[in-house]
């Protein structure tokens, strides 16, 4: 296994967009896990699978041929990266993050892409149980209010007029149902760098992360 980097947090803390720049920068290939949670639950709501059928969830994201490039990501050959991000989605990701059964599946193939690269991978639980023996974890947080103005600014930008509270509120049920499914649930492993990120900028943050992956390796 090449170098592995662990980012973790919770919703909005701006993962993504820095896990993606710290790999360019390393020269790492880039994970983002929500979306294969995502894909799996868009494909499962394409397919209409009853999404309390633990089951046939579990044969479906067995079966299901996820890939990524870039910002892309494809399921069975499908671009879906634009459909992953609705908010029905969104509402329905616990169907497939809540069972354990299906976070193996998905972690079975997160260590699979691990395999002979280096890795930047961010999500909730990559530093806990994904990559327990990660070289380097970093859990990414900021205040609930301030992810919230971040996240709004952001669907603003986008052209969705939402209000604060509205999202504040959308987002605290998120982190919730993050935090409180029984396996892999959304935590700062004991060994992780945490970085508050409230008072930085992007580039600040993403300077920090940096700081933090070279005093790991
Ligand atoms: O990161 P993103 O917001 O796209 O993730 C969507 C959802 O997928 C999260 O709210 C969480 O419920 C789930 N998830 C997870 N484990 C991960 C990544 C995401 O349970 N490693």
Redesign the pocket.
């Known amino acids: 296994m090449g170098m592995i980097v662990t980012i973790d947090g919770p ?1 909005g803390a701006g ?2 967009s820095i896990a993606r720049d710290v790999a360019a920068e390393l020269d790492y290939s880039f994970l983002d ?3 294969m ?2 894909a799996i639950t868009y494909g499962a709501m394409q397919k209409g699978i009853d999404l309390n059928d633990v089951g046939t969830l579990v044969e479906f994201a067995e079966a299901a041929h996820l890939t990524w490039c870039d910002d892309r990501i494809d399921l069975d050959d499908n671009d879906i990266s634009v459909e992953i991000r609705t908010p029905q989605v ?1 509402s329905n ?2 169907y497939i ?1 809540d069972p354990p059964e299906i976070r193996n599946c998905l972690m079975r193939q997160q260590r699979r892409i691990a395999q002979g690269r280096d890795l930047v991978t961010e ?4 530093g806990t149980e994904v990559f327990p023996d990660a070289h380097c974890k970093v859990f990414l947080t900021a205040s609930p209010e301030e992810r919230a103005r971040r996240r709004q600014s952001q669907l603003q930008a986008s052209g969705r007029q939402v209000s604060f509270e509205e999202v504040l509120m959308a987002q605290n049920q ?1 982190d919730l ?2 935090r409180m499914r029984p396996v ?1 649930r959304l935590r700062a492993a004991p060994d992780a760098i945490v970085i508050q990120t409230d008072a930085m900028g992007p580039e600040q943050v993403k300077q920090a992360v940096l700081l933090a992956v070279q005093s790991c390796l």
């Open positions: 919703a993962k993504s896990t929500g979306a949670y995502r969104t990701i616990r993050a999500g909730r639980d990559q998120r149902e993050d892999g």
